[in-house]
């Protein structure tokens, strides 16, 4: 007999049809054959592909480098315990017994695990669609938290920041080229970041005028520990 | 005006309908923007996920560690440049002076990265099961030598090499269980494997009976130098 999944349908928000899928990828190595391991393997990869395609359509102007890191932070580990929580995975976990009495059922590496695992086994019950559908349902937090704060650019960041500060005036930062080198399509720019008020100067570089403004202004932000 | 792509769409065995895809992934960054940085992020996703959907499913016996060994074999770079060449990449890249200068049109990384481009912008062009069919087709030698020869367990293969051996008589291995150490579900099998004609016996253990023999197998292939 399985036991009653109804709190976990309700947290995941998605109801298994075929249940074999989820006890095997609630089964941790330890408690024998089939176990998660190729579920897990499944829903690694699925995982990293729906966030890649979610942060594309959602982040147009993102740089490649910028994509990346947001994914890092969504996949990694700390953000998939934090959805194990959510779950409260810890008490459907099929550990075996020396696991179980290590306290394998509050270990990250097998929570982490077991997430990715029902991420896959969801994808084999249903589909792509419904996968992604889950996944941004129980990533929501995260993905909101990439919005509000990581994802605006450094440029607009340091100008919140100054209007933020009581002044006597507000305060805008001043951006000025220094030089421009290299010829058609390998143009690199120089830029210079005044700070009023900021005793250095700080200064970026860019294939664009626009992208060496905004690596001065990040660093700007750093000096004044800006986070 | 975009350069004949019509051989391109033969190789690729797809043609695009938005061709600013195309254009924007043969793109490198030396070219300035837009380029194809953010469609490599998307197509090096796909690329993942699609494989190892596809590989979980044609090897349904295939352990996690297998699976994962399979996918690095098939989107490593050096495969990635073997599908650029196929699809003779090199002629419509879009590079910077520098770049071209400097050979970038025969540099592994920029053929690899634009293998990926490439498959970000079908996917965009198109969907995810014309994105998947695409893959399927172009790796389809690649997915064929994994089914020939590197998916088959270490105790059919070293069966098969055994009966290949023009022996007086036919040579099969005996497997001999040794001792099984553990309780329930956390048993460790200890297996000998005596190969006749072989002077040395391997050894092998595993958590079932099966495991340990695979892994005697897998040693005595190495003994005997089979790969």
Known sequence: MNPNYTPLYQALTYRFKQE??????LTHRSAGTPNNER????GDALLNCIT????FERFPNA????LTRMRANLVKRDTLVQIAQHLALGQYLRLGGGELKTGGNGRASILSDTVEAIIGGIYLDSSMNTCQSVILQLWKKFFNNLSQRKIKDPKSRLQEYLQSKQQPLPTIPIYRVLNINGTDHAQLFKVECLVPGLSQSTYGSGESRRRAEQSAAAKALKVLNVD
């Open 39 to 42: 579920l897990e393997f499944l």
């Open 20 to 25: 074999h899928y989820l006890t095997t990828a």
């Open 63 to 66: 740089r490649e480098g910028e």
């Open 52 to 55: 890649a395609q979610t942060l």
